[in-house]
């Protein structure tokens, strides 16, 4: 290709504008080729320019005076040819070693002053230039809905600055060079003399780093006798301080917020006018310069780790990784979804009052997405009967130990396993709590593990690490009444854990009455980002309407029992808290489920959407988790499918961010719309009942539409509830101020 890089430059002149049209040639000089497809091509895309410049190094001035002698000069011949529309004033502008142009010779058509303008706007021009180059390049890669790039700072954000993209031609190389050439003038000014190292961030750098090295060498300039990558973060973590790194000069490709920079400057001690970073949201930084400032998009978002609430991400491998993803899938939840024991199950807790939700039993840490009354749980009938069966099957009859956890109910259930052992003829010698377990203490013989409730099993795993040592022969058997992981994986090596292979090959067993991976933190943001909002309007009034200070009482009363029977907003309807109208789709209609609660409705609905995301048992094409680069949505039917408010809550309060993330999807944003705006239409009435739970949704960015559909709807719910509810202003559109 004859093609050099291209740009236009406005200029003022006298407070007029000066349209000048660059052509860039690189470290080479310009051909007779180049000029004439310059001229009669690509001059063609610019309308009217007044100035046309051939930009060339200051080292090939001597050859266009040679050129300009020369009266058989093809190069010149091309130079004079102008056809309509051609500017009237043909130039050539040298740049030195600094990047900064010091000659300029007119070729044809009036001066008008040109030189002077074209000199005293050196930097005007070479960021004009890159401006083109960087929006040429499309550096910026926004991920796929519902995903974060996971960044090698340990951070997250939804865009990605590509920098090796500038690099796609030769050409763009080259100029990206010579706009890095005043950085090594500024290197060299801080008195640590003309750095010998060039530290580049990704291998990926390498061409503009090589052609920095022509320019050096062609303007007889040192040149760096050596270029490394220090890998980003991860070499900077590794590695330490790097050799020479102080004196070095340090090019960084991309970074948000110069995080990079400061690390290095950090880490090597180096002067911050050593070190550069390419391309930034930052405008300027204390820690380096900054070659081209993006412009951040509106939609930008950063998280740090801890943060992501079930946003899947893709993860940046290597140093060309190129990001691609497939088109989501929308997923409708039906009853193969439910895992096999969810019938019985549910009947058995079904209106027995053993869960709540958001339950702050542990100072200094995190609610409980599920907390379960573990008295009511084991004093059950179903239990009852599950326990018995499981030590009449599992128990040795050489157990000599009980070590149960330190709760009164599954000290009970030890009492209970006692009894029962004895009425076997088991005589069990000891039985001693979690806390007072001494694994000094050796014997021989079986031993049974009981917990009532557990989640990471944390306190299991103490035990068992204790019994490692103390238990010289025998089996294990471990119960938990009710085991609530986060995930199905977390369960499964959890089990693992408790029953690697044992000594002499005794047997481990481990043993639950019901699991569920209900502790997703996903699910406990929810409520959590809903306890913040409601707390924020206290900044704007003492009262509040009826519905609002209904919903605050139940936060106040959470910190002592959890949410209870209030996981949800009350019926809109009847203003209590929602239940079943009439059967529902996942159990087989035997008993009337009438009177289960709002708390078991939501954790069925968990557990259905748990063993539909990571379930071995449902296939592929059905299963609702997001793959590392393929969104999965909850389809928009779910809610006109489950018609009752106390589900259409739960499916809200169980679902993923991710799996309600409609922003890059404008049908199924649409279709979102149109439900909740005749559910809000039916505020006050059985079909409208959730209303607020998608209110609040929306409010806490857990339901996320496309821009201009999520404005309308807005605006249409602020219409449609601002008498009932007059917060509702402030809720869904913060910026309105005071509700009240």
Known sequence: ???????????????????????????????????????????????????????????????????????????????????????????????????????????????????????????AIAKAGLTHLVKLSNVLKKAPAGFFYSKPSSRASNYFIR????????????????????????????????????????????????????????????????????????????????????????????????????????????????????????????????????????????????ELGGIRLIRIHGERFVAEHSEARVMNIGTDHAPTLLQPKFYSYMGANLFSCFTHDRLGLRPRTVHVSKDSLVASGDFGEWFDRVLLEEAAASTRWIIHDDD??????????????????????????????????????????????????????????????????????????????????????????????????????????????????????????????????????DSFSPVITQRMAVFDQAATGGLGVNPFWPSSHTGQPMTLSRGFAFVDGTRDVRGATSTDIYLTILWILQNARYSDKVQDAKRLESGELQQVLLSPEVFSRFDDGVIQAAFLRAALPAELDYRAHETHSLSMADIIQRIAAGFGYERGEAAMEFVMALAIDKIRLHKEVDSRLRSSLIDTLSTPVPEIRYLLDPESGSPL
């Open 408 to 541: 009164d109910a599954s000290a009970a259930l030890a009492e209970r396993a006692i009894s029962y052992l004895e009425s076997c003829g088991v005589k069990v010698e000891n039985k001693v709590s979690f806390d007072n377990f001494d694994a000094t203490v050796n014997f021989d013989g079986s031993a049974i593990i009981i917990t009532a409730a557990a989640e990471r099993g944390s306190r299991l795993q103490s035990v068992s690490r204790r019994l490692r040592t103390a238990q010289q022969s025998g089996t294990r058997l471990y119960i938990a009444g009710a085991l609530f992981g986060r995930s199905y994986q977390l369960m499964k090596d959890l089990q693992s854990n408790l029953t690697q292979p044992a000594k002499d090959h005794s047997r481990y067993v481990f043993k639950t009455y019901m699991e569920i991976p209900a502790a997703d933190l996903a699910c406990t943001n929810h409520w959590a980002e809903e306890q913040r909002l409601l707390g924020s309007l206290h900044a704007f009034a």
């Open 1 to 123: 290709m004859f093609d050099l890089m291209d740009f236009e430059v406005e200029l003022r002149q006298d407070g007029k504008p000066v349209h000048v049209v660059v052509f860039f040639t690189g470290p080479d000089f310009l051909t007779d080729t180049q000029a004439a497809h310059a001229l009669q091509n690509q001059l063609s895309n610019y309308v009217m320019p007044d100035l046309l410049v051939f930009l060339m190094p200051g080292y090939t001035l001597g050859e266009l005076r040679a050129q300009q002698a020369e009266a058989t000069s093809t190069l010149m011949t091309e130079l004079g040819r102008q056809g309509p529309g051609s500017p009237r004033t043909y130039s050539c502008a040298f740049y030195d070693v600094n990047g900064t142009i010091t000659d300029y010779v007119n070729i044809s058509g009036p001066e008008e002053r040109f030189e002077t303008l074209i000199k005293s706007n050196s930097k």
């Open 163 to 306: 920098a090796e993209d500038l690099l796609s031609e030769t050409l763009h190389a080259h100029y990206l060079a010579f706009a890095c050439l005043p950085l090594i003038n500024i290197a060299k000014e801080d008195g640590l003399g003309v750095p010998d190292i060039l530290y580049l961030d990704t291998i990926a750098l390498l061409p503009l780093a090589l052609s920095l090295q022509v320019y050096l060498m062609r303007f007889e300039h040192p040149v760096f006798a050596n270029i490394r990558s220090f890998h980003s973060h991860e070499g900077l973590i590794k590695d330490g301080p790097l050799p020479k790194a102080v004196s070095a000069l340090c090019f960084i490709s991309a970074s948000t917020q110069c995080g990079l920079a400061q690390q290095w400057v950090k880490v090597n001690s180096a002067p911050p006018t050593r070190v550069a970073t390419i391309l930034s949201f930052e405008s300027s930084s204390e820690c380096c310069s900054v070659l081209h400032t993006l412009k951040q998009p509106e939609d930008f978002e950063m998280l740090g780790e801890g």
